[in-house]
């Protein structure tokens, strides 16, 4: 029991990752140890800091006769949902064999306190401490922190990737002899891209990437509706593509696009969520959720072809006849899709 207790927070769980140290650590020996070990593992982990910080803050606060303890949490490679479930079964643990009254926080940015909302629930907090490593104002100290952060796989995805794509969008554009329509698709990438991390979409698409990457290791049927899937969405943007390039007013441009693309993509949608349902199959998952994908999917692949056809050919008498049937169809489909879901 300590009546205060210093955390420090190691959210993407370098401490397991790099030395293979399972958290909590509890205990200022044992801290000092494991930091020295990430420290020599990692000389420019910014964790081991944080730990180092924590060990400074307890010999403090024992110096002036408080009772108190360090202890030092850890999350998940896959930072997100994971991680913090783990960190939030570690600090009921703490809870429950320090019951402190107050805690001090430690971190080493801005990541880490994703998951102050988990302590604040649980404990008193009397300090947040953000640990920022000094570093020198000359050109080399920049240069040397750039590389490490390019080096950093988790920074990379974020900063390298989309750059690249943007290189390779504005280049095939070049190729074809249409650098406008390079702009045009940099704008746009870009405006997935800013969405997709507003909406956490990157995040579900790490997902996907990663049962098409266990697919194809462990030699799984997935792999097949998995690549199916990546066709027939290529499929479904040539379509499109070709279909709008010979319209002049952008948004019938844009709607014939859809138009033409969209059951293709929808196809696509399915096709994944079937290879999903087969990899929660034989990993002994439920699969029911994956099915009521596959039923949405349709769902709302109805709905944006009846709205594109409306906007092509407003006009068109049986044009609102022809979006409202693609919208009952699309409730047909999603009360056959919970129902099916249901009784599986």
Sequence with gaps: MAKKVIIAIDRDDDLGQKVGIISPVIGRENVLQSAVR????????????????????????????????VVVVAGDKNVGKV?????????DRIMVS????????VTDGSEDEFVMPLVYSRFKVDLLHRVVVKQSKTLESTYFMLRRMFNEPKVARVTLAPIGIIFLVYSFFLLIQHP?????????????????KAYGLDKILGTYAEGIRRSVSEGRLSFVFYLGAGILMLIGFAIGFNASIAQSIPH??????????????????????????????????????????AFIT??????????????????????IYRFAAAIFAALFVSAIGLIFTRRL
């Design 38 to 69: 990430l420290a020599l593992a990692d000389p420019e982990d910014s964790d081991a800091n944080a730990m180092f910080s924590a060990v400074k803050i307890y010999d403090e606060l024992i110096e002036k006769g408080e009772d108190c303890e």
């Design 83 to 91: 991680s913090d479930n783990k960190i939030a079964d570690q600090l």
């Design 98 to 105: 320090l019951n402190p009254e107050r805690v001090i926080v």
């Design 180 to 196: 406008e329509w390079g702009v045009g698709g940099i704008i746009l990438f870009l405006g997935l891209y800013f969405i997709s």
């Design 252 to 293: 019938i441009a844009v709607a014939t696009f859809i138009f033409y693309s969209i059951a293709w993509i929808t196809f696509s949608g399915v096709a994944m969520a079937i290879a999903r349902a087969i990899d929660a199959f034989g990993e002994g998952k439920r699969v029911g959720k994956h099915f009521t994908s």
């Design 298 to 319: 349709i769902s709302i692949g109805l709905v944006i072809w009846g709205t594109a056809g409306y906007i092509i050919n407003p006009e068109i008498r049986d044009s």
